[in-house]
């Protein structure tokens, strides 16, 4: 069974500091690791999705590794802004299903 | 853009009412899941469904059942509500295939039972 960690659960930053966000998982034969964003009361939104044949994804300011060998992704988020507060949530994809870890709270004040 | 729409966005109801939870997407994708999230317990599976009369059972299916008789309809039941099923569900969808594509998520509806 597929065991998702993010570390650590709650972030606050200075706006303009680059963020770090971490997730490991147990099992390295999964299909994609996913990272979403979720808004207070709100549904999840996808963020980037990175197949296990690839090593990273990018979108604008907001980069994801892949490391299946140790089991582990990061999200970086190059000049985070107020806008950037949200849940970030990573999920591993094995079949159908999605696994998913508790999530990182990042603040970000201005 | 994908469109996952759920019932209500707040709802709240007693111990041992049946509750009705409706899900409809408008892509046309034949995954559709059904998932609860609780403070520092991440999202959980409840069921999922890949084809219209298709489901199966998620990592807790206990307590609820599941209903897909059109392909853009997934319907969560909670046959028997109990205050431990105070959560937050989320519907999601995905196109068909074996988890290579993401899911789209519905806003969410939170559940209160008193």
């Known amino acids: 069974k597929q065991e998702v960690t993010q570390i650590p659960a709650a972030l606050s930053v200075p706006e303009g500091e680059n963020l770090v966000l971490n997730c490991s998982f147990t099992?390295?034969?999964?299909?994609?690791l996913q990272w979403f964003r979720q808004d207070p009361g709100k549904g999840l939104t996808s963020l980037l999705l990175i197949q296990s044949s690839q090593r990273e994804q990018t979108s604008g300011r907001l980069n994801a590794s892949l490391d299946k060998s140790s089991g582990r992704s990061t999200l970086y988020i190059a000049a985070s802004q107020p806008g950037d507060s949200a849940t970030y949530l990573c999920a591993g994809s094995n079949d159908y299903k999605l696994s998913f870890g508790a999530g990182t709270t990042v603040t970000v004040r201005a | 853009d994908v469109k996952v729409t759920q019932s209500s966005r707040y709802l709240v109801k007693r111990t041992g009412e049946k509750v009705f939870l409706e899900c409809v997407q408008d892509m046309d994708h034949e995954n559709m899941f059904w998932y609860r999230q609780d403070p520092g317990l991440g999202l959980r599976l409840i069921y999922f469904s890949y084809d219209v009369k298709m489901k199966e059972k998620g990592d807790i299916p206990e307590g609820y059942s599941v209903s897909r008789e059109k392909k853009e309809r997934f319907s969560l039941i909670l046959e028997s509500a109990s205050t431990n099923q105070t959560s937050m569900y989320l519907c999601a969808s995905s196109p068909p295939g074996t988890g290579r594509d993401t899911q789209y998520f519905g806003p969410g509806t939170r559940l209160t039972v008193l």
């Open positions: 099992d390295s034969a999964i299909y994609n």
